[in-house]
């Protein structure tokens, strides 16, 4: 059985999806409140990995536009390369290009409901969104590694 959580890693929050068994397709599964530190993070992922059985984390990095590692990159792998000493090597990480994933997300869920009376919706309502968001990108990162690695090599000489 292999499961795989996708990781869509924020400053205050960790949108995460799951795909689960072989699965050809990821879902979103929660949003995390971001700790102080990695380890406060890792607490609560192993929580979902032992609940879920999972065998890799596929981590989105944020490229620039250009496709060049900046500073959200460094700081992305510095997290992970702490999850990554926190599991021990039980779990594999692999990092996946997050470049637009957010307004993807954001263009699938539509726009953010209005408040009471068509006013400007309230506090909750737009972390409740937000939460979303970062869920749906989760997910978009996930389902971007799965569907890289179910695109056959075109250089590879396939058998009848």
Known sequence: MTASLGIDL????IG????EDGALSARP?????RG??????????????????????VIGLPLETAGQEG???AVTRA???AIAAGLGGSVTIAFQDER???????????PMRRGRSGGPPTKHQRDAYRARVDREAAAIILQDALDTRLVPDPTTPTTM
Do not use: F, K, M
Not at 29 to 33: D, I, K, N, S
Not at 42 to 56: N, P
């Open 10 to 13: 924020g400053e205050r929050r």
């Open 16 to 19: 995460i999806a799951l795909a």
């Open 29 to 33: 599964l929660t949003t995390l409140r």
């Open 36 to 57: 102080r530190t990695p380890e406060v993070d890792l607490a609560a992922l192993r929580t979902l990995i032992d609940a879920h059985a999972i065998t890799s984390l």
């Open 71 to 73: 500073s959200q990159a």
């Open 79 to 81: 997290w992970a390369d």
């Open 100 to 110: 637009l994933s957010s307004h993807v997300a954001e263009q699938r869920l539509g």
